[in-house]
């Protein structure tokens, strides 16, 4: 089993950046790919990002391509999300993931472990 925690979000500015966080325990953090998710008040959780257990492939919604960065350091179990140039439609909830299958997933029903969430408000 896997334990999630993120931290690193909070409040700011539009055109502003945060860096997201996401501790695992356990010894097996390299077997999962990572992903990151957003849920926005009143609406579903919305894939944002994954990277491969090795960190050599990354995968990204297009709302965030060019804006927002995954990686990972596999010996600090720990997965980060750079996000840059926010903007409020960013505001959301974001909560890492842990996945064991080796295929590319986008859908938060195929991921096994979850983190709490981390609050990210941009304001304009």
């Known amino acids: 089993q896997v334990q999630l925690v993120e931290s690193g979000g909070g409040l700011v500015q539009a055109g502003g950046s945060l860096r997201l966080s996401c501790a695992a325990s356990?010894?097996?953090?390299?077997?999962?790919?990572m992903g990151w998710f957003r849920q926005a008040p009143g609406k579903g959780r919305e894939f944002v990002a994954r990277i491969s257990r090795s960190g050599s492939n990354t995968y990204y919604t297009d709302s965030v391509k060019g804006r927002v960065t995954i990686s990972r350091d596999n010996v600090k179990n720990t997965v980060y999300l750079q996000m840059n140039s926010l903007k409020p439609e960013d505001t959301a909830v974001y909560y890492c993931?842990?996945?064991?299958?080796?295929?590319?997933?986008?859908?938060?029903?195929?991921?096994?472990?979850w983190g709490q969430g981390s609050q990210v408000t941009v304001s304009s």
């Open positions: 356990g010894r097996t953090f390299s077997s999962y790919a």
């Open positions: 993931a842990a996945d064991r299958a080796p295929v590319v997933h986008t859908r938060a029903q195929e991921y096994d472990y």
